[in-house]
């Protein structure tokens, strides 16, 4: 069985930056896309940022340019930084991570919680 655990998130004033950070454990499997998503009280859950196993990214259009994903040499970590936030990235933020191989299985963390206040 394969967990996705993601650490990183809290309170933090506008402007300011934090790193989440998602890491596989149990069962060892490759991952092909590694995603974050987010999820704000009342909304739908929105996709944020993805990276290929080939190192594609990708990000939502309100993020570009102050949020930056990465992953780990192993390819079974993602994180991601976020800076100059808002009040409107406010959010629990998921993530989320396609198997490489047959049956192609898709795993989502728990979540982490994000707040953005002054």
């Known amino acids: 069985q394969v967990q996705l655990v993601e650490s990183g998130g809290g309170l933090v004033q506008p402007g300011g930056s934090l790193r989440l950070s998602c890491a596989a454990s149990g069962s060892i499997v490759s991952f092909d896309d590694m995603r974050w998503y987010r999820q704000g009280l009342g909304k739908a859950r929105e996709f944020v940022a993805s990276i290929s196993r080939a190192g594609n990214i990708r990000y939502a259009d309100s993020v570009k340019g102050r949020f930056t994903i990465s992953r780990d040499a192993a390819g079974d970590a993602v994180y991601l930084l976020m800076n100059s936030l808002k009040s409107e990235d406010t959010a629990f933020y998921y993530c989320?991570?396609?198997?490489?191989?047959?049956?192609?299985?898709?795993?989502w963390g728990q979540g982490t919680q994000v707040t953005v206040s002054s």
């Open positions: 989320n991570a396609q198997q490489a191989l047959w049956p192609y299985t898709n795993y």
